[in-house]
């Protein structure tokens, strides 16, 4: 019995000594990887993605190559990398609280709303990430639970070669986490109160005095006259 196996890629007919993973065989008989590569093993960057159908399935899945091993009698065909019909342009600074990401998701993908439900996004995510509930949860304006959904997406991009409606669900749930990365770590309520302390416009209470008192001193310290 041969400790060798035999498979296809990109029409390449290669052999093999197992265990070895898609991305490995496709180097193997010295051919270079220019394209389709990255983080070559740690599965986190999304280039190696490719369509495998297995000997005897009919069905064409979607994996990552660096994270697939290689069988015998596979048929392997690598995706090249393709950029939006239309740049989604944000801006995360004017994102300044949550309806301001709900906006924004209706802005910025308005196809999300016409999602067909169809699980091709699903089906299509070498992670297993339910991509189709993410852009359902951001919709609604769930932002939180939907940054939590797409929080391990490689950006790979099959979930958009997948959608009918080219909602491009990776990058909206990029926005997603960009702006409640943001709005978590710089709590805005808190920013606007600091910044109106510093300008004079909103005074702080000290203890023993009433709030004039506290209007008087903060005015003094901003060296501005206060008003009223």
Known sequence: MSDRIRLSIDGRELEVKPPVSLLQA????????????????QGVCGACRCMVRREGEKAVSTVLACETSAEDGMQVSFIDYFSP????????????????VADAVRDIFPEAEHCRHCGGCDRACPKGLEVQNGVALAVAGNLADA???????????????????????????????????????????????LDEIERGQQPITFSGED???????????AGTPRKG
Do not use: K
């Not at 180097?27 to 983080?39: E, F, I, R």
């Not at 709030?211 to 003094?220: K, Q």
């Open 147 to 193: 940054a939590d959904v797409f929080d391990q997406c490689v950006m790979c991009n099959l979930c958009t070669l997948a959608c009918p409606e080219h909602i491009w669900p990776n990058h909206l749930g990029l926005m997603v986490r960009r702006a409640v990365t943001a709005l978590t770590l710089r709590p805005v309520d808190l920013i606007t109160r």
């Open 85 to 100: 019909h239309r740049p989604h342009v944000y801006d995360v600074a004017a994102i300044t609280d949550s309806w301001r």
């Open 211 to 221: 709030d004039d008192d506290a209007a008087d001193r903060t005015a003094n310290r």
């Open 26 to 41: 496709a180097a193997s008989d010295g051919t270079p990887l220019t394209s389709n590569v990255g983080c070559m093993g």
